[in-house]
């Protein structure tokens, strides 16, 4: 079993940045590959950015390429979205994932494709 805690949510202005951290706790961390994913108010969970579990492949949705950037440090069991540029349009809770990968450079976008969820950290990012 994983268990997965977001941090780092906040209250932001437009333009400004924010770190979100996630922490796991239970299997060996590196044997999985993670993502972010955001849900706002009325809308479905939607893909954010993912990370393999090797770190060396990463992929982001469109709208926050060249803005946010995923990371992971294995050795303190954490995967980091730094979120920069930040516009309304990004308030939402944010969500960390985790899944077992037998690929290395793998990365997955599809919620489905996830086991393992975080309880979520609100971002809101104010005009």
């Known amino acids: 079993q994983v268990q997965l805690a977001e941090s780092g949510g906040g209250l932001v202005q437009a333009g400004g940045s924010l770190r979100l951290s996630c922490g796991a706790s239970g299997r060996t961390f590196s044997s999985y590959a993670r993502g972010w994913f955001r849900q706002a108010p009325g809308k479905e969970r939607e893909f954010v950015a993912a990370?393999?579990?090797?770190?060396?492949?990463?992929s982001y949705e469109d709208s926050v390429k060249g803005r946010f950037t995923i990371s992971r440090d294995n050795a303190k069991n954490t995967v980091y979205l730094q979120m920069n540029s930040l516009k309304p349009e990004d308030t939402a809770v944010y969500y960390c994932?985790?899944?077992?990968?037998?690929?290395?450079?793998?990365?997955?976008?599809?919620?489905?494709?996830?086991?393992?969820w975080g309880q979520g950290t609100q971002v809101t990012v104010s005009s």
């Open positions: 990370i393999s579990r090797s770190g060396e492949s990463t």
């Open positions: 994932a985790a899944r077992l990968s037998t690929y290395y450079s793998r990365t997955y976008s599809n919620r489905r494709e996830y086991d393992y």
